[in-house]
């Protein structure tokens, strides 16, 4: 089992609370649907730590960074109009204002959204983008990286790889959405062989993040601590989202999120929050109901 320093100190306390969605969360201060949240880093700045700011207050032990897609492949032609480097540097920056030693900052690694299988994109060029960012997020100060939103096992491993090798904590999710019991990512890896691939590629923690919502996360929770012994880290979306009016809603709201989260525990999460379509209430419901469980 892999630990490390700042794992050791957040679990010291018990189940660790983290933040909520922060795509949807700015669409709604205005990001333009299609846009990508990243770029507000530099453009809105104010506006993305307004976001960050409001999960240390909702009460997050642990908070992440607006860099998703901050990577040369997922930004696609505009990585040659911004700096990956200034992107990167910015979202740590904003998060840490925003955490003024309240919660910890761990950086988020998205995919590239570029499919290995298909040929649109190849090792080595994904290592090489992984490796940029990690190297800026954790020149800026992060205290820790978070790999989520993964559906094909080997970039995952490879943005582990990168991540790992800053000595600083990683963290690595994937999304467990499909095949008939909803427990197997879309290029169909069991959570168990995801488990022991993330474990093996050196992740201090493991888990599983996005999904279609907070019930379909208990079993993919009990798969992985039946998986590993390594710390468990679960952040589901607020539902499946829908259009209504024209807008994206979802419909789960943060007393029923929250409801699922002394099974969870039982299940074996050590980090819990939420994901796509949530906000800083769920974020204080879930503490509500860690304090009161």
């Not at 649907?33 to 993305?48: S, T």
């Not at 901050?70 to 032609?77: M, V, Y």
């Not at 991540?163 to 990683?170: D, E, R």
């Amino acid at each position: 089992m892999q630990t490390h320093t700042i794992i050791d100190e957040l679990l010291a306390r018990g189940t660790v609370v983290t933040d909520g969605a922060w795509g949807t969360e700015l669409q709604s201060l205005g990001l333009p649907a299609g846009e990508i949240p990243d770029l507000w880093n530099l453009a809105r700045p104010e506006l993305v730590e307004r976001v960050a700011r409001s999960y240390v207050e909702a009460g997050s032990d642990v908070i992440l960074t607006n860099t998703f897609r901050s990577n040369r492949i997922a930004l696609g032609e505009l990585a040659g109009q911004v700096s990956i480097e200034e992107l990167n540097r910015a979202g740590v920056g904003i998060s840490r204002r925003a955490a003024r030693g309240h919660a910890r900052v761990f950086a988020t690694i998205g995919p590239s959204g570029k499919l290995l299988i298909t040929g649109q994109v190849d090792e080595p060029t994904l290592s090489l983008a992984f490796r940029e960012q990690v190297r800026a997020l954790t020149e800026a100060g992060a205290d820790g990286l978070v790999v989520e939103t993964m559906t094909d096992l080997t970039e995952a491993r490879l943005a582990v790889d990168a991540a790992v090798a800053t000595g600083l904590p990683v963290v690595a999710c994937m999304v467990f959405d499909s095949g008939k019991q909803r427990d197997r990512t879309m290029m169909g890896v069991t959570v168990a062989q995801a488990a022991e691939t993330l474990a093996a590629a050196g992740a201090h923690v493991v888990g599983a993040n996005c999904g279609i919502g907070v019930e379909h996360a208990l079993p993919v929770c009990r798969a992985l601590r039946a998986a590993t012994t390594l710390p468990i880290w679960i952040k589901p979306n607020a539902g499946l989202p829908e259009l209504a009016g024209g807008k994206t809603i979802y419909r789960t709201e943060a007393a029923t999120f929250a409801a699922y989260v002394p099974d969870l525990v039982a299940a074996g999460a050590n980090f819990i929050g939420a994901c796509c379509g949530s906000t800083p209430a769920f974020v204080a419901a879930i503490r509500t109901q860690l304090k009161s469980s």
